[in-house]
């Protein structure tokens, strides 16, 4: 979840946050001017500016509803905080699937047909997030994910079940994945390495997933797409989780919306990063990176490595359209065990969405149809046989506790002050 910063054109604060290993994340100071292709960042975190002029409502894609109205509308169960309590056993620490920004998942076990809390083991194992009672930022965020996924329904989102909104608690109960992130399957190191067939079809799920959401007639911009919102069930398919950053498409003549810049460190789109102006291109761009991660095993954005390694769109684009090349950036962890037409094909989209000028990156229809098409190939034996690198590659060593259900134990939400546009938004 994402906390605001409001700034002038030269920031002069800096703030700190724990992740969710106890350590300090910093973001240092930033004055205005224009946007590096690497952003300047102390830590691999969610990002927030300041908007620059809001929308009015009648600019909206839905005309703002009031909490009352999203939640007596949406097609959702209104937990009590103590049938959730019991779900969870009072929220026990060995009840714990992870922990976020914005709080902590809890795994739960309700009734099939009353959805009324049980006993552990019986009936149906869900994820209970329970939000961290600070901050207006979280509620707003809390109510913006009953808002979309009470009313929307695909296989390749994740299923909202209720929630919980008791005094100061707010809750969400949410369908169990019991494969948990993506990001924990390409980065932790105990993770068993996910397989070629495997990365194309979850990279299938995903697109599936936000292709939806900018083709459907009121269109959403997802706005965090990212290795740790995409979640998977036990036989891998893909959704996608954690709407609280979820915007409205522009409408009518409209060409963008402006709004509060608000993301994760190496997944924002740079257009959106310096002028607040947002469409559904941005995750696009965003889809991308997580293509450039399917393909290297590397985070979007490491600290722990040195110069252009830190940021994976800079380090990954020289060797994208260089076949001979492609397979530097290569995972190690699949052996060489991939078709090499089909990984040249991926590097090829990859580098459309991730283009600079967000006019030239493809919409996340034809994304998805080239993806559908690898699909349907059938190159598994032509394999490209690699040397390993001399260098082995150095992953984090700070992992998150196994995560099932969205929470952005390694992107906790903080502010990244950035410029402002030097012309008015319209």
């Not at 409502?57 to 999203?70: C, F, M, Y």
């Not at 060995?94 to 959805?115: A, M, P, R």
């Not at 994760?264 to 257009?271: D, I, K």
Request: hydrophobic residues 35%; aromatic residues 8%.
């Amino acid at each position: 979840m994402g906390n605001c910063l409001n700034h002038a054109s030269r920031v002069d604060s800096a703030r700190s946050s724990q992740n969710t290993l106890g350590q300090t994340k910093t973001i240092t100071k930033i004055s205005s001017g224009t946007v590096p292709s690497t952003l300047t960042c102390s830590t691999a975190s969610n990002i927030t500016a300041s908007s620059y002029s809001e929308k009015p409502a009648s600019d909206a894609l839905i005309t703002p509803r009031t909490e009352g109205e999203i939640l007596a509308s949406s097609n959702l169960k209104d937990f009590t905080f103590n049938e959730l309590r019991n779900a969870t056993r009072n929220f026990r620490p060995d009840s714990l699937l992870g922990e976020g920004g914005f709080g902590y998942v809890y795994k739960g076990w309700i009734d099939e047909q009353t959805l009324a809390a049980s006993k552990p083991g019986v009936g149906r194992i869900v994820a209970v997030k329970k939000l961290k009672p600070e901050g207006f930022q979280g509620h707003k965020e809390w109510l913006t994910e009953v808002d979309y996924l009470g009313r929307l329904r695909h296989p390749n989102l994740v299923k909202l079940i209720g929630y919980c909104s008791e005094g100061d608690d707010r809750l969400l109960v949410y369908e169990f994945m019991p494969r948990g992130s993506l990001e924990n399957h390409l980065f932790r190191r105990s993770a068993e390495p996910l397989s070629w067939t495997i990365r194309i079809k979850v990279a299938v799920g995903a697109a599936r997933g936000l292709s939806f959401l900018h083709d459907s007639e009121s269109q959403v911009i997802y706005r965090d797409v990212k290795a740790s919102n995409i979640l998977l069930d036990s036989e891998f398919n893909a959704k996608l989780s954690d709407f609280g950053l979820a915007k409205a498409g522009p409408t009518g003549d409209r060409t963008h919306v402006t709004t509060q810049v608000m993301g994760t460190q190496g997944y924002a789109a740079p257009e959106y990063i310096a002028t607040g102006r947002l469409t559904a291109r941005a995750d696009v761009y965003s889809f991308g990176v997580v293509l450039l991660e399917l393909l290297s095993g590397r985070r979007a954005f490491d600290k722990n490595k040195v110069g252009i390694e830190q940021n994976l769109v800079d380090w990954a684009k020289p060797y994208l359209g260089d076949k001979r090349r492609l397979f530097r950036i290569m995972d190690t962890k699949l052996e060489g065990q991939y078709p090499k037409k089909g990984a040249y094909t991926i590097a090829n989209l990859a580098s459309q969405c991730i283009s600079h000028e967000a006019k030239q990156r493809p919409r996340m229809r034809e994304v998805l149809a080239s993806l559908q098409s690898l699909q349907d190939v059938k190159d598994g034996p032509k394999l490209l046989q690699v040397e390993p690198r001399e260098i082995p590659m150095k992953l984090p060593a700070r992992y998150q506790p196994s995560i099932q259900m969205p929470a952005t134990a390694t992107d906790d939400a903080l502010p990244l002050p950035f410029p402002k546009p030097t012309t008015p938004v319209r």
